[in-house]
């Protein structure tokens, strides 16, 4: 079994190829030394491959002297949730959220729900499997016990539901972890598709930003005259939305909504963080549209920028004590959430900002488009076959400022942000494929096109 499982933020890979019961196992005896971990929370998703994945998670763990709760079949939020509010060392989410069914994984959060990526720790699990150096087993083996939370959640989940009478909702659970939860939450108002959780995924994929597993939500919501549509990802960490005309709506473009959703100007149309007393900062990473943030600013936020990754963008929240963040994947961030992502608690907010708008007279389209009118834009284009990413990234990047002259602003944090006046461009490494990827933005049609035939050019693409 080789070790090709191990990403950047996490633990993914084929089941049977690249991940197995015995690479799961090993992870679980090496796990509590690489983490300091006496106590683990383990939940897991509805794929085929979990439960037997769990049980040689399980038994590493105990026999690594870990006490183990388990929270059964969930979301990957509600691992999160629960590491934090039941004060679990460690926990372990197997799951391999929106990849094909034949993947599964692990996602590793220590104490509080910080997020585990591989230099924080997965590397050492890691180094410990390849010497063949697990940790010899505990004298006395750790408990297993179960942990019921769902009652729990639910009531924590029922608190921050805003008033959704007036709306019409059609809701696709991609055949996931949230359908059990989402329909326990909203009852009988929504319509809902694909709501049973299927690990053949019967009707479309897990990856909402794949159009082609969009189809069915944007059919029935033109069908049904719905105000919008939901779709959740296979683990229920990510949501996304078409408007009611059945249109996508690029997930970074509500971060603005949901902050001001959250957050209400003050009397002085100020956005003071009541927790801090400054201007509340929003954080979103480095493909997210200058509309977002012109349009963040505009009403009264601070805004940071971050690396691509819920590992790094989870870890930068609570850096900066922020109030909210987002990604262009879909990934929405919650400092009342344990500083984590979740696509149930995001679909709230979506909702209830999209309420009060239809209250104001305006649907969802009209709101998206205060912010997504203003560039024009590539979405990301993704280059495969690049043998040197590195040398491709400054190669591209001494041809843009041949042609474009310096920019204005210039961000390393995660490959490279390129910020002019008019226009912005953007090309980084994926941490999960062998992939360069390119995004940009312009004022004019023709600047865009300039920006992304440079950079054909000079990748001969």
Known sequence: MSLNAFKAYDIRGVYGTELDETLAYRVGRCLPAALSAKTVLVGRDMRLSSPALRDALVRGLREAGADVGDIGVVTTPMTYFFTAELGYDASVMITASHNPLDHNGMKVSSAGARPVGYAGGLNTVEAMIERDALPPPAVTPGALRDEPVTDRYLAWMRAHLPDISGLKVVIDGSDGAAGPFVRALFGDGPEYINIEPDGHFPHHGPNPLEPTNRTMVAARVRGSGADLGLIFDGDADRVMCVDETG?????????????????????????????????????????????????????????????????????????????????????????????????????????????????????????????????????????????????????????LLKRFGAPETRSDIDGVRLDWTDSWIGVRVSNTEPILRVSAEARKEAKLTALTACVRETLGR
């Open 247 to 399: 249109t996508f709506v690029s997930p970074d473009m509500l971060i603005p909504f949901i902050a001001d959703f959250l957050l209400p100007p003050d009397s002085e149309g100020r956005r003071i963080d009541p927790e801090t007393g400054k201007p509340a900062i929003v954080i979103h990473d480095v493909r997210t549209s200058r509309g977002v943030t012109e349009k963040l600013r505009e009403d009264g936020f601070a805004t940071e920028m971050v690396r691509v990754g819920a590992a790094f963008a989870k870890a930068d929240l609570r850096r900066l004590h922020a109030l909210c963040g987002g990604e262009l994947a879909g990934h929405y961030y919650f400092r009342d959430f344990h500083w984590c992502d979740s696509g149930i608690l995001a679909a709230l907010r979506i909702l209830g900002l999209t309420a009060r708008a239809k209250a104001a007279g305006k649907p969802l389209s009209a709101l998206v488009r205060e912010v997504a009118g203003r560039y024009c834009a590539t979405g990301e284009i993704n280059f495969r076959d690049i043998p040197d990413r590195a040398a491709a990234i400054g190669a591209v990047v001494t041809a």
